[in-house]
T-cell receptor
Framework: DTEVTQTPKHLVMGMTNKKSLKCEQH?????MYWYKQKAKKPPELMFVYSYEKLSINESVPSRFSPECPNSSLLNLHLHALQPEDSALYLC???????????FGSGTRLTVV | EDQVTQSPEALRLQEGESSSLNCSYT??????LFWYRQDPGKGPEFLFTLYSAGEEKEKERLKATLTKKESFLHITAPKPEDSATYLC??????????FGKGTRLSVIA
């Protein structure tokens, strides 16, 4: 298995909702990442997990809450989002933090 | 601060018209330079990793090269299905990938 699987593929949520994005990989990678990407912009790093521990938080608002329950799974919990948070949310993983990344296909999030 | 600059921002080619995309970088202690292809609404798809100046890698119509200051992605006889955004990213030390803004390539039949 050489894939990073993200669910759901599309999500529409209201500003008062709570939802979660899920990311799974079974390549034995020890680093996992959340990126946010707006249209026609490069991916922006949000969080880095290394060996299941949060190692980088790029000053992301607290309405985004990451979780790494085990080495294969990464979640992003969403609460009280704003319309400007609408974007493509990408998960990636790598063998170690200095290796190339494998990206998932993303979750297209729309906040209404 | 690590920087990655891609040019051109957008490129329009006729089918069969070869060209090159550029990625220039300023980082301390380069570990690797990565090329990704991204289709609209999809995640980036890995193409190549280059580790040292002089290295070259090829895949179908694509060839990536690396010098001490820049990398080129050469596209030979492109087809419409090569239309996508091509992202360059660099990694130094233990820091996460730093992405360039990408080149949007359109290949017209």
């Amino acid at each position: 298995d050489t894939e990073v699987t993200q669910t759901p593929k599309h999500l529409v949520m209201g500003m008062t909702n709570k939802k979660s994005l899920k990311c799974e990989q079974h390549m034995g990678h020890r680093a996992m990442y959340w990126y946010k990407q707006k249209a026609k912009k490069p991916p922006e790093l949000m969080f880095v997990y290394s060996y299941e521990k949060l190692s980088i938080n790029e000053s992301v608002p607290s309405r985004f809450s990451p979780e790494c329950p085990n080495s294969s799974l990464l979640n992003l919990h969403l609460h009280a989002l704003q319309p400007e948070d609408s974007a493509l949310y990408l998960c990636a993983s790598s063998q170690e933090r200095w290796d190339g990344y494998t990206f998932g296909s993303g979750t297209r999030l729309t906040v209404v | 601060e690590d920087q990655v600059t891609q040019s051109p921002e957008a490129l329009r080619l006729q089918e069969g018209e070869s060209s090159s995309l550029n990625c220039s970088y300023t980082v301390s202690g380069l570990r690797g330079l990565f090329w990704y292809r991204q289709d609209p609404g999809k995640g980036p798809e890995f193409l190549f990793t280059l580790y040292s100046a002089g290295e070259e890698k090829e895949k179908e119509r694509l060839k990536a090269t690396l010098t001490k200051k820049e990398s080129f992605l050469h596209i030979t006889a492109p087809k419409p299905e090569d239309s996508a955004t091509y992202l360059c990213a660099v990694q130094a030390g233990n820091t996460p990938l730093v992405f360039g803004k990408g080149t949007r390539l359109s290949v017209i039949a």
